[in-house]
T-cell receptor
Framework: DADVTQTPRNRITKTGKRIMLECSQTKGHDRMYWYRQDPGLGLRLIYYSFDVKDINKGEISDGYSVSRQAQAKFSLSLESAIPNQTALYFC????FGRGSYNEQFFGPGTRLTVL | AQSVAQPEDQVNVAEGNPLTVKCTYSVSGNPYLFWYVQYPNRGLQFLLKYITGDNLVKGSYGFEAEFNKSQTSFHLKKPSALVSDSALYFCAVRDNGNTGKLIFGQGTTLQVKP
């Protein structure tokens, strides 16, 4: 979805390096999410945020941190990258609809390789 | 614990034939179910969702899904497959809390052959 952008699209780095993945959205949504995708495992939630001051851990937050710089921006950091963090990373947004059952809108993904 | 299962890693179908991609779920309370498609080098695109009401849900690109509460299933279907439907398909269920989190299945690769 062009309304959700991620940078970089591809990144190769070395073990121990600090990496930041950035996500921006123009949909005006309050909620933003970071997932990682691994073959055969589907998507797993790393962190999510309801607004600038509300950040929550997902099921696999160890080794990651996030920053919600503004309503439209949500960054994911790997403080010291390790090879098993090699994956496809997706940012997603959703509206705070009644009942919170609105669909999520995904960015194009960042393919990260840690050597 | 809530979960979603897609029992088939890959589904192969000939162009023009009907297709089904299977999904079963486990949740407490009412399920809110979604299907997404991922084309190569692209993000996930929303196809359809079931919240309440009619058990047959119609979505994008001619896809539909049938909600079956007794079998806890939400299978994705299309009457006539196209080669361009070849992609990775994910079923997801919304977390029961007020977070909007989605729990995804493992994904099923659909291969439509001419």
């Amino acid at each position: 979805d062009a309304d959700v952008t991620q940078t970089p699209r591809n990144r190769i780095t070395k073990t121990g390096k600090r990496i930041m993945l950035e996500c921006s959205q123009t949909k005006g949504h309050d909620r933003m999410y970071w997932y990682r995708q691994d073959p055969g495992l589907g998507l797993r939630l790393i962190y999510y945020s309801f607004d600038v001051k509300d950040i929550n851990k997902g099921e696999i937050s160890d080794g990651y941190s996030v920053s919600r710089q503004a309503q439209a921006k949500f960054s994911l950091s790997l403080e010291s990258a390790i090879p098993n963090q090699t994956a496809l990373y997706f940012c997603a947004t959703s509206d705070f609809g009644r009942g919170s059952y609105n669909e999520q809108f995904f960015g194009p993904g960042t393919r990260l390789t840690v050597l | 614990a809530q979960s979603v299962a897609q029992p088939e890693d890959q589904v192969n179908v000939a162009e023009g034939n009907p297709l089904t991609v299977k999904c079963t779920y486990s949740v407490s309370g009412n399920p809110y179910l979604f299907w997404y498609v991922q084309y190569p080098n692209r993000g996930l695109q929303f196809l359809l969702k079931y919240i309440t009401g009619d058990n047959l849900v119609k979505g994008s690109y001619g896809f539909e899904a049938e909600f079956n509460k007794s079998q806890t299933s939400f299978h994705l279907k299309k009457p006539s497959a196209l080669v361009s439907d070849s992609a990775l398909y994910f079923c997801a269920v919304r977390d029961n809390g007020n977070t909007g989190k989605l729990i995804f299945g493992q994904g099923t690769t659909l291969q439509v052959k001419p």
